[in-house]
């Protein structure tokens, strides 16, 4: 065979299980002529050939993919813990803020009763006055007994003399 055959041949480059369905204008037939080689090809767009990611490279992708998802999940999952511990915390601020409140106004209610109950202990008597008090008065009541009994006594020794008048005079009556 000689070249200009080989090349004018109608020959698919299909297989042989392609070939035989397809017809004879169906396949491209190679020839040398002088107007199909002055024509451009019209093949389409440049196939770009994808090299082949070894098995060391797809694995150090494989592990900074998972590693930076790991990661965004665990810096999601450690901001969604700050957010609740600072809500936590803002709570406790708040209801620390209102116990503070709260002893605030025990403690001016507390000065305030030990305010009063000072004025109270300045105004009052000590033991020491009331002793003396008691002491005085001790001595006003026997005084008075005293006073009682000489009243007694004057009295009952008037009724004996109003009485003794009375028996002698008490036959004789004088308007």
């Known amino acids: 065979m000689s070249i200009a055959r080989a090349f004018s ?3 698919c480059a299909r297989p042989n299980v392609i070939q035989n369905t397809l017809t004879r204008t169906q ?3 190679l020839t040398t002529t002088r107007s199909l080689r002055n024509e451009t090809p019209n093949v389409g767009a440049p196939v770009v050939q994808k090299k082949p990611i070894g098995g060391f490279r ?6 900074l993919f998972g590693f930076s998802l790991a990661s965004s999940f665990a810096a999601y999952q450690l901001l969604d813990e700050y957010k609740q511990a600072s809500a936590a915390l803002q709570a406790s601020v708040e ?3 209102l116990s503070t409140a709260q002893v605030t106004t025990q403690v001016r209610r507390i000065e305030a009763v030990e305010k009063d109950l000072k004025a109270l ?3 009052s ?3 020491e006055d009331i002793s ?4 005085e008065m001790k001595k006003l009541y026997n005084e008075l007994n005293v006073e009682l009994l000489d009243f007694r006594t004057h009295v009952w020794g008037l009724q004996q003399d109003v009485h003794a008048l009375t028996k002698k005079s008490s036959t004789t009556v004088r308007i």
């Open 9 to 11: 041949s109608t020959r």
């Open 27 to 29: 396949c491209r037939s």
């Open 58 to 63: 797809g694995g150090i992708v494989g592990f």
């Open 95 to 97: 209801e620390l803020k």
């Open 121 to 123: 202990s300045d105004a």
């Open 125 to 127: 008597a000590s033991k």
């Open 132 to 135: 003396r008090v008691r002491a």
